[in-house]
């Protein structure tokens, strides 16, 4: 089983910038993909956007497209998701999640790390 560690949360002020990290560890590690999700306070947990771990193609939700960037260290195991031009609506807890295959449903979820963007 694959342990995600989610770091780099915070608080930072509407049109701020966040960098989080996602570190796996574990079995060998070769994911079709790893996702970025959030949960707002009082709202369920939606997609952020996801990178393909081999070649590198990202996929964002509208809300985000533009501001958030998700890339990958594949030597480290790392995913980051970049946030830029942050706004309060942003403010959630942010996990990271992998999907094995194509078809597959996210699973080996981090607990997460809070992001506060205050106005």
């Known amino acids: 089983q694959v342990q995600l560690v989610e770091s780099g949360g915070g608080l930072v002020q509407a049109g701020g910038s966040l960098r989080l990290s996602c570190a796996a560890s574990?079995?060998?590690?070769?994911?079709?993909?790893m996702g970025w999700f959030r949960r707002p306070p009082g709202k369920e947990r939606e997609f952020v956007g996801h990178?393909?771990?081999?070649?590198?193609?990202?996929f964002y939700a509208n809300s985000v497209k533009g501001r958030f960037t998700i890339y990958s260290d594949n030597a480290k195991n790392t995913v980051y998701l970049q946030m830029n031009s942050l706004k309060p609506e942003d403010t959630a807890l942010y996990c990271c999640?992998?999907?094995?295959?194509?078809?597959?449903?996210?699973?080996?979820w981090g607990v997460g790390t809070q992001v506060t963007v205050s106005s």
């Open positions: 990178i393909i771990w081999s070649g590198g193609d990202t």
């Open positions: 574990g079995r060998t590690f070769s994911p079709f993909a």
């Open positions: 999640a992998v999907l094995n295959t194509i078809g597959s449903s996210y699973r080996d």
